[in-house]
Nanobody, 116 residues
Framework: QLQFVESGGGLVQPGGSLTLSCTAS????????MAWFRQAPGKEREFVARISFYGGYTATADSVKGRFAISRDNAKNTVYLQMNSLKPEDTAVYYC?????????WGQGTQVTVSS
């Protein structure tokens, strides 16, 4: 069972950039497709980006297309989310998980706040 620890969030001004990291514990990370999700206050958790187990295929939600990019380093058991041109509506707690997500593997997430 994989467990995840997300990091890299913070307060950033509109138009700024952040890179989130998610490190997994467990020996099956490299064989799992991974994804980033986010949950804004008062809203349901939503899909942000996904990546295949070998990293050759990626996809992003329409709301972040062209601004966010997902990548992974299987040697480090880590998946990344590069976020550029951030908007206030990107404010949320960001989580990583397998794709599809495992209900008992959600971590604490990392808070991203986009505000001037």
């Amino acid at each position: 069972q994989l467990q995840f620890v997300e990091s890299g969030g913070g307060l950033v001004q509109p138009g700024g950039s952040l890179t989130l990291s998610c490190t997994a514990s467990g020996r099956t990370f490299s064989s799992n497709p991974m994804a980033w999700f986010r949950q804004a206050p008062g809203k349901e958790r939503e899909f942000v980006a996904r990546i295949s187990f070998y990293g050759g295929y990626t996809a992003t939600a329409d709301s972040v297309k062209g601004r966010f990019a997902i990548s992974r380093d299987n040697a480090k058991n880590t998946v990344y989310l590069q976020m550029n041109s951030l908007k206030p509506e990107d404010t949320a707690v960001y989580y990583c998980n397998t794709n599809p997500p495992a209900n008992d593997s959600w971590g604490q997430g990392t808070q991203v706040t986009v505000s001037s």
